[in-house]
């Protein structure tokens, strides 16, 4: 009985107790319109035409309804902060998240007017054309030459065993890995540096000439110097292929990208001229983020 | 008191002195303010003080229930006459259980020697004094020793320290037991076969291609010479084994990748269990599934083809046997399969790989090392069987290749040559120890060679 009425006092005094100053609104307070994008998303005759995406993980959506277009040859970066939806968004478009049996995608996606989710689709001709670098640096557990002539290999570009040594030379120079490893291309890639892995792998997707090449942030596990060196390699990329790059770092999204793409909780908040990202950006949440108020 | 009472007195006496040092640390702690000014939590103060207590007390009754035994023979053997000391290892024993008989009442003192009822007397005299001064002893030393254990409890003592150290020492004792008892098997094996290669020449044991294990009664009787020839045995074992893993590995390590990289957590989830529950099935069972029902089956279409086979043949046992060794080979290399990164799927998916391609050219040779230590397992299980073969095989050692003929195996004479009433001095029980001994050696060299193909073909990821 007293426990009771003890309980039922300290209810009725909770409110009284809770009176707070008031405070400016937080940015992370601000209720976001689904499908409202500001700044520039749409562009013509684009590369990817991406129109009200949705992609759910079970019950839960971690997509809502965002559309974007990606120019042919532009270097754009997804920034947000963690688990905002900006890999997610980035495997949709060469289908990567289809290994992932509780995933479903949804809306318009288009690349050079072909839709990527029509089931008749070829996973595997897509993702020829459609490359991928990943976070850590995932060579397969191969010598140098073979993890540079698997994509080759697979779809069979060389006819000749000259014509293969061709290919990875020329990928390995691309990927300016070819000074550092000519000498020893049958050495296990394992043995490499985490950074020259990292370049091992943009080699191995550059390998099987894509059109797109998707980065899921390439830099997060290497060192700045490696680091560098991959941004340099980036800026070189960019004069042939369409790049996509997620990021966390800030700096890195303004030093090689064109534009940017800002991600919030499963929204595209904000896309821009990069130089107008960092400078002047028309978002409150975007201008937060980037002054280093949250993320 | 007998020695399984007095165990269990030590334990409640231990259990009572952990309960008494957890009491008394906690006394000493509170004028301190509390448990936290102790070295050690009390818990630690009470495990120390069973130790205390425990320990010594068990080792005691250990060493006494071992020697017991021994002592008390040599005493009671001392006092008999000079005339009736035995002078062989036999004889001795004989006269111990004659002694022992009298002394509990099976054998009337009357019907024995003078001597020996005395002998017998004074043996039943020293097992009663034996118990008690076995139980005072260890009682004594349990109740001293904890009670030093007790005693020294102090907030500065670090119990902690001293427990984790015995326990230490507790966990190498335990290890120790297996590698002691492998030791011990080794050495066994190898001291017989030693005696047999005094009976029977080394040449003919590896090089003889017939094996009839018969030892003459009589020396004039047919077939008197036995033929100790190791060949047909090994050759009926490989048979077997072969055509088991004929079976097994591809059927295994094909579920495995169907498991790993096709199946969905569902089917997962039902698959994997009923697999493994092949390998829960007692080999009897397949045995016999194997002699009524396989063997006679391939016997059957033999004949429809034209082909003449026995009605027991290796190829019945490799085939229930492969079936049996399936979930070795495919358990085992789902877990590594699953254990080779997602990143390196990813990356070979990613540049336009099909499944079965990433399979093939990534997944599969990081895999490998633990594939093979899978299908190593499952060789040295098949090598190993026993029931299905002499269920379905049968017992005729013959020297052949063909699939269709009965065949038997190592293990399977093995058994044969020790089953029923043996003198453990003959060649022919002898040779089950040279034969288990090359067994030994054999499975030895399948790891050794096994080891050197996965360093060698080895993709490490990490």
């Not at chain 2, 006496?13 to 000493?28: E, I, M, N």
């Not at chain 2, 205390?52 to 071992?66: R, T």
Request: glycine residues 8%.
């Amino acid at each position: 009985m007293n426990t009771m009425s003890s309980t039922t006092i300290n209810q009725v005094q909770a409110p009284e107790e809770k009176v707070m100053p008031v405070t400016e609104k937080k940015p992370e307070d601000t209720v976001l319109e689904e499908g409202v994008t500001v700044g520039t998303p749409f562009a013509d005759d684009p590369k990817f035409k991406l129109r009200d995406v949705e992609v759910f993980y079970g019950e839960s959506r971690a997509i809502k309804k965002i559309s974007l277009d990606i120019a042919r040859n532009e270097v754009i970066a997804f920034i947000g902060p963690s688990g905002c939806g900006k890999s997610t968004f980035l495997r949709c478009l060469n289908r990567m998240n289809d290994s992932i049996d509780i995933c479903r995608v949804k809306g318009g996606l288009l690349l050079d007017g072909q839709d990527i989710y029509d089931p008749k689709r070829d996973v595997v001709e897509l993702r020829a054309r459609v490359g991928m670098v990943f976070q850590k640096p995932n060579p397969f557990p191969k010598s140098i030459y073979d993890n540079v002539a698997y994509g080759p290999r697979i779809h069979g570009l060389a006819n000749r065993k000259s014509e293969l040594d061709d290919i990875v030379e020329s990928s390995l120079r691309k990927a300016g890995l070819w000074n550092e490893v000519k000498d020893r291309l049958d050495a296990m890639a394992t043995g490499m540096s985490g950074g020259q892995q990292q370049r091992l792998c943009i080699a191995r997707t550059i390998a099987v000439s894509p059109e797109v090449v998707l980065m899921d942030e390439p830099c997060s596990a290497l060192d700045p110097i490696a680091t560098a060196k991959v941004e340099e390699l980036i800026a070189e990329l960019s004069e042939s292929f369409t790049i996509v790059i997620v990021t966390h770092s800030m700096q890195q999204a303004a030093r090689v990208s064109n534009r940017t793409a800002y991600f919030h909780l499963g929204h595209l908040v904000e896309v821009n001229e990069t130089s107008k990202v960092f400078t002047t950006p028309e978002h409150e949440l975007t201008e937060s983020y980037i002054s280093g108020r949250f993320g | 008191m007998q020695p399984l009472n007095l165990l269990l007195l030590t334990m409640v006496l231990a259990v009572v002195a952990y309960g008494l040092g957890y009491a008394r640390s906690r006394a000493l702690a509170m004028p301190l303010g509390g448990v936290r000014h102790l070295k050690s939590l009390p818990g630690y103060y009470g495990v120390r003080a069973a130790i205390w207590c425990g320990v010594p007390a068990l080792i005691i009754l250990a060493l006494w229930a071992a020697f017991e035994g021994k002592v008390i023979q040599s005493i009671v053997v001392g006092t008999l006459p000079e005339t009736m000391i035995p002078d062989s290892a036999g004889e001795a024993s004989l006269l111990m259980s004659k002694i022992g008989n009298v002394a509990n009442g099976s054998l009337p003192p009357g019907f024995v020697e003078e001597p020996v009822a005395k002998a017998a007397e004074l043996l039943q005299a020293l097992q009663v004094q034996s118990k008690i001064y076995m139980t005072g002893l260890v009682v004594a030393v349990a109740l001293l020793a904890g009670f030093l254990g007790w005693i020294r409890i102090r907030p500065l003592l670090n119990a902690r320290e001293q427990v984790e150290a015995v326990l230490r020492w507790f966990f190498f004792a335990c290890a120790g037991v297996a590698v002691l008892t492998t030791v011990g098997i080794v050495f066994s094996v190898v001291f017989e076969t030693i005696r047999f290669f005094e009976q029977v020449p080394f040449l003919e044991f590896f090089f003889g291609t017939s094996w009839s294990p018969q030892l003459a009664l009589r020396t004039d009787q047919v077939g008197s010479e036995g033929a100790f020839g190791m060949i047909p045995l090994f050759t009926g074992t490989l048979l077997i084994s072969f055509i088991a893993m004929l079976i097994a590995a591809p059927v295994g390590l094909m579920s495995a990748i169907y498991l790993s990289e096709y199946a969905n957590k569902r089917v997962r989830s039902i698959v994997k269990p009923l697999l493994e529950m092949l390998a829960g099935i007692p080999t009897v069972v397949y045995g016999f599934f194997a002699a009524l029902t396989v063997a006679p089956f391939i016997s059957d279409l033999a004949s429809a083809i034209g082909v003449e086979a026995s009605s027991q043949s290796a190829l019945a046992a490799g085939l229930v046997m492969g079936i049996m060794i399936i979930p070795f080979v495919s358990s085992l290399s789902d877990d590594v399969i699953n254990a080779v990164p997602q990143s390196l799927r990813d990356g070979s998916l990613a540049l336009g790989a099909t499944q079965s391609e990433t399979m093939k050219k990534v997944i599969f040779p990081a895999a490998l090392p633990g594939i093979m230590g899978g299908l190593l397992l499952a060789v040295s299980r098949a090598i190993g069987e026993t029931m299905i073969v002499v269920m379905a095989a049968g017992l005729a050692a013959n020297l052949t290749a063909n699939p269709l003929e009965t065949v038997t195996t190592v293990t399977v004479q093995i058994v044969t040559l020790l089953v029923g009433d043996q003198e453990f001095d003959s060649a022919k029980t002898l040779a089950a120890f040279a034969l288990g001994a090359m067994l030994f050696i054999a499975t030895l060299l399948l790891n050794v060679i096994a080891l050197k193909i996965v360093r060698k073909y080895r993709e490490q990821y990490d």
